[in-house]
């Protein structure tokens, strides 16, 4: 097991490697540079000059890679060029907020996504697991942002139950309640949009376990229904959700992002979304990377959990 | 113009309908054909494709036009949709926003199927330190959040519909590639096509004429998906702001209006654009569920 962990650890190395070229590559190889944002249609050529200079846009790209990376070694991301502070800390301030929201609303989805899928296996067919199996394919199809629009039009604003965005207001003191309050909507629209994708699978899943020979075995053993069920199959009907939590990781961040601008949370998506047009280089380099990073871990983590859970799997 | 899906899945099956898989190509287009899902999905596509196409020439009216006397007034005999927060009429802005969506969305997927095929079938046919290399690159771009790696490249830019086109078959096509790569490389040992070799096939000809007919299963139904991907993609990003610039409608920016109006009640502004979208995204995921039914080769079995 050791050894495979570490294996596997080395294999990442070269994609995040991959990652910092890619995410450097693709904020310079663009028109116009964070000057012209800065300086507005007023920029003289010779002030444009002095803003590349100053932030070391002049120098080959090759040069400015290698101070990128050589800080970034140094976990120095960089100044921003327009909040004028360290990335690092910006990012400090953000990325919780973000894992939180990707977090609660992925344990919940899958959660949800187990029991509904389950259900629907059981009654296969039956009127539950058709209307489900409607209702999923409707809010599957649906676009994040919508869902997101249609949860604040109606709890937001129709019926004034949840507040309309932020972490918290400005006049109230910001506790753990405060802020649960405030996340009810955005983790909502993210965990709906997510289970819609998962209880098919889980749906599948669980059908195919249901028809294996040891769930009969169980049964004929004399085991109760509940027993069988959640004993014997849900283990091992959950073993491709764990696959999916690698593969949806990169979707739920998008997801975020589009959460945190419609509900104007200050996490990681709403920080790329205004340095994107601000071209604000070193938060966006940051962000694609840590994105890619933590997209990495996510299937590293997939990787081994499937082996705990899945005893046929050795990792010798 | 945008290809009606049914014009596209025809061009899609002639190798299927070749000499080498004639019998079978033809056994899973009969799977399709007998499927509700591909009907109704089928009958979506056509119906928002009409909406956006036929539509405009049917309901002659300027999505563009501001009438300053009437903003976000709700549905009447002269406003069928109402108005939006600019006093535009909603009902040619949703069925103009259709127009460029549709069109964006289905080449972008062809597009991106049709590299991501190359790139697959080359990686797989190179093997070796070419092929780890090959994937090694995929494995990098697949772990960037689509969406900023979307939003990037469109913040770097001023979107137009080629470009927004190029932005969105190159961030698509990754996916295919990985597919494409495992079902060639199983085929690749395969008998039939060591006699090719054998034969003095050359590396092109054992490429197009033996792996690509078996990979097209797989690709076709990935493709189904990525029209779906990429619609929602331009909706998502139009609005973000960062679709076409305005007056050009779109059913995603025609929602970030409506989020200024979300007080006031107008109920026109915030139902039909999300519908439009809801509407081709189940179209469109529909066929590719019936795609996959009789095409995908890991559910043929069952």
């Given at each position: 097991m050791g050894r495979y962990v570490l294996q596997r650890f080395v294999q990442a190395i070269p994609?995040?490697?991959g990652l910092t070229i890619v995410s450097f590559m693709l904020v310079h190889i663009t028109p116009g540079g964070p000057a012209y944002a800065m300086l507005g249609p007023k920029a003289t050529p010779a002030r444009v000059a002095a803003v590349n200079r100053?932030?070391?846009?002049?120098?080959?790209?090759?040069?400015?890679?290698?101070?990128?990376?050589?800080?970034?070694?140094?976990?120095?991301?960089?100044?921003?060029?327009?909040?004028?502070?360290?990335?690092?800390?910006?990012?400090?301030?953000?990325?919780?907020?973000?894992?939180?929201?990707?977090?609660i609303s992925y344990v919940?989805?899958?959660?949800?996504?187990?029991?509904?899928?389950?259900?629907?296996?059981?009654?296969?067919?039956?009127?539950?697991?058709?209307?489900?199996?409607?209702?999923?394919?409707?809010?599957?199809?649906?676009p994040g942002f919508w869902l997101a629009i249609l949860l604040l039009v109606w709890f937001?604003?129709?019926?004034?139950?949840?507040?309309?965005?932020?972490?918290?207001?400005?006049?109230?003191?910001?506790?753990?309640?405060?802020?649960?309050y405030h996340m009810v909507l955005p983790v909502a629209s993210l965990t709906i949009g997510t289970v819609a994708g998962w209880a098919r699978?889980?749906?599948?899943?669980?059908?195919?376990?249901?028809?294996?020979?040891?769930?009969?075995?169980?049964?004929?053993?004399?085991?109760?229904?509940?027993?069988v069920l959640f004993k014997h199959a849900w283990r091992n009907s959950v073993l491709p959700l764990i696959t999916l939590l690698g593969y949806f990781f990169p979707t739920i961040f998008g997801g975020a992002l589009v959460v945190e601008e419609i509900f104007n949370i200050p996490g990681m998506g709403l920080l790329t979304f205004n340095a994107a047009i601000k071209r604000d280089y070193p938060i966006v380099m940051a962000a694609v990377l840590i994105g890619g990073i933590l997209v990495v871990i996510g299937n590293l983590v997939a990787d081994l959990l499937y082996g705990l859970v899945d005893p046929r799997i050795s990792y010798g | 113009m945008a290809m009606p899906p049914t014009e596209v899945s025809a061009t899609l099956a002639e190798p299927q309908l070749g000499p080498d898989t004639g019998p079978r190509g033809n056994r899973q287009w009969q799977i399709f054909w007998s499927s509700p899902l591909a009907w109704v999905g089928l009958g979506l596509t056509v119906?928002?494709?009409?909406?956006?196409?036929?539509?405009?020439?049917?309901?002659t009216v300027n999505p563009n036009a501001t009438h300053l006397t009437h903003i976000l007034v709700g549905p009447s005999s002269r406003f069928p949709l109402g108005t939006n927060a600019l006093g535009r009429d909603e009902l040619a802005r949703l069925m103009k926003g259709g127009q460029l969506t549709l069109i964006i969305g289905f080449i972008a997927a062809a597009l991106s199927m049709v590299f991501g095929t190359i790139y697959g079938l080359a990686s797989a046919l190179a093997g070796g330190f070419t092929d780890v290399l090959m994937m090694r690159i995929i494995d990098v771009l697949l772990a960037i959040?689509?969406?900023?790696?979307?939003?990037?490249?469109?913040?770097?830019?001023?979107?137009?519909?080629?470009?927004?086109?190029?932005?969105?078959?190159?961030?698509?096509?990754?996916?295919?590639?990985?597919?494409?790569?495992?079902?060639?490389?199983?085929?690749?040992?395969?008998?039939?096509?060591?006699?090719?070799?054998?034969?003095?096939?050359?590396?092109?000809?054992?490429?197009?004429?033996?792996?690509?007919?078996?990979?097209?299963?797989?690709?076709?139904?990935?493709?189904?998906?990525?029209?779906?991907?990429?619609?929602?993609?331009?909706?998502?990003?139009?609005?973000?702001?960062?679709?076409?610039?305005?007056?050009?409608?779109?059913?995603?920016?025609?929602?970030?209006?409506?989020?200024?109006?979300?007080?006031?009640?107008?109920?026109?502004?915030?139902?039909?654009?999300?519908?439009?979208?809801?509407?081709?995204?189940?179209?469109?995921?529909?066929?590719?569920?019936?795609?996959?039914?009789?095409?995908?080769?890991?559910?043929?079995?069952?």
């Open positions: 994609t995040v490697i100053a932030l070391g846009l002049n120098l080959p790209l090759w040069d400015q890679y290698g101070i990128w990376a050589w800080q970034l070694l140094h976990l120095n991301l960089g100044t921003s060029y327009f909040y004028l502070q360290p990335v690092t800390k910006l990012i400090e301030q953000a990325l919780p907020v973000t894992l939180a929201i990707v977090g919940l989805a899958h959660g949800i996504a187990v029991v509904l899928g389950s259900i629907q296996a059981y009654f296969k067919n039956g009127w539950f697991d058709h209307s489900v199996t409607s209702v999923n394919y409707f809010l599957y199809s649906m937001a604003v129709d019926i004034p139950l949840f507040p309309t965005g932020n972490l918290c207001d400005p006049n109230e003191v910001c506790n753990l309640g405060t802020w649960a699978y889980m749906r599948t899943s669980m059908t195919d376990t249901l028809v294996q020979d040891y769930i009969r075995t169980a049964r004929a053993k004399g085991l109760s229904e509940t027993r | 119906f928002m494709v009409l909406f956006s196409f036929v539509g405009p020439l049917v309901y959040p689509g969406l900023f790696l979307l939003l990037l490249l469109d913040s770097m830019f001023t979107p137009n519909a080629v470009l927004l086109t190029a932005i969105f078959a190159g961030t698509a096509w990754f996916g295919v590639t990985r597919l494409v790569r495992s079902e060639a490389l199983s085929v690749r040992t395969r008998d039939y096509v060591e006699a090719a070799r054998s034969m003095g096939a050359g590396t092109w000809r054992i490429m197009l004429r033996h792996l690509l007919p078996n990979v097209m299963g797989v690709v076709l139904v990935t493709t189904t998906f990525q029209v779906a991907g990429a619609i929602l993609g331009i909706a998502t990003l139009s609005f973000l702001g960062l679709g076409l610039p305005p007056p050009t409608p779109n059913w995603g920016a025609e929602l970030s209006n409506a989020m200024t109006s979300m007080f006031q009640g107008a109920w026109w502004v915030i139902y039909p654009p999300g519908l439009c979208i809801v509407f081709i995204e189940l179209g469109v995921n529909f066929l590719g569920d019936a795609v996959r039914q009789a095409f995908d080769p890991r559910l043929l079995g069952n």
